[in-house]
């Protein structure tokens, strides 16, 4: 589905449904009343975290404008999830069963094309984890960067802290790896900006 038709659902969902807004900042439930509730970000964008035993909180993912979140989809045996929000967001919630009900073929279309996206997504990030060291993890988050922006440079959507806990890896080992790359000219950074030649 494209952005004018994602644009188009969006505005025929608004039509029945209202947004509810969250300011940057605030925490999102990421367990809501039904197992069956899918969240659809008509703006804004949102972390989501995890406390660890000290009470810090661990990135662990992000989701973008008209992206989707829903609690089927994310496992949490702890119960130590949280949804933060990154800008003010407006989020449509919704019970998708409703809409299979009413065979709307436009919202399972866009749903079922989402699910494919953040499977292909989470298929990505394992691959990432399973690599050996942190320069095979750092490369291969940036390949999946640099394919998105189609140019010779990128932007890292996150600050470094949430890089090294996407990544798995201590934040000053992270440094001295982008450091050390850097020294070695496979790299050149300014700020969140990367350029890279392979």
């Known amino acids: 589905m494209n952005n004018q038709n994602t644009n188009q659902l969006f505005d025929e969902i608004s039509e029945y449904l209202t947004p509810t807004t969250f300011k940057k900042g605030e925490y999102i439930p990421l367990f809501q009343n039904s197992k069956r509730e899918i969240a659809l970000i008509k703006s804004g964008e949102v972390f989501l975290m995890k406390s660890d ?4 909180l661990l990135y662990l993912d ?5 992206q989707v979140f829903s609690r089927i989809w994310i496992y949490n045996e702890d119960n ?18 409703l809409f299979m009900q009413k065979n709307n073929s436009k919202i399972m279309s866009f749903l079922f094309e989402n699910f494919l996206a953040y499977t292909n997504y989470l298929n990505q990030k394992i691959t990432i984890l399973q690599k050996k060291n942190m320069e095979e993890k750092i490369f291969s988050y940036f390949k ?12 890292i959507p996150i600050s470094y802290k949430d890089l ?5 890896v201590d934040r000053s080992s992270l440094m001295r790896k ?6 070695k000219k496979k790299i050149k950074r300014q ?8």
Do not use: H, M, P
């Open 191 to 198: 700020g969140r900006t990367i350029f890279w030649k392979n």
């Open 178 to 183: 982008l450091n050390d790359l850097e020294k």
């Open 80 to 97: 130590d999830l949280f949804l933060v929000c990154k800008k003010n967001t407006e989020i449509y919630f919704l019970d998708y069963t």
């Open 53 to 56: 035993i000290n009470g810090n």
């Open 62 to 66: 992000r989701f973008k404008e008209q």
């Open 144 to 155: 999946i960067l640099k394919k998105e922006s189609d140019g010779k440079k990128f932007e």
């Open 164 to 168: 090294a806990d996407y990544l798995g």
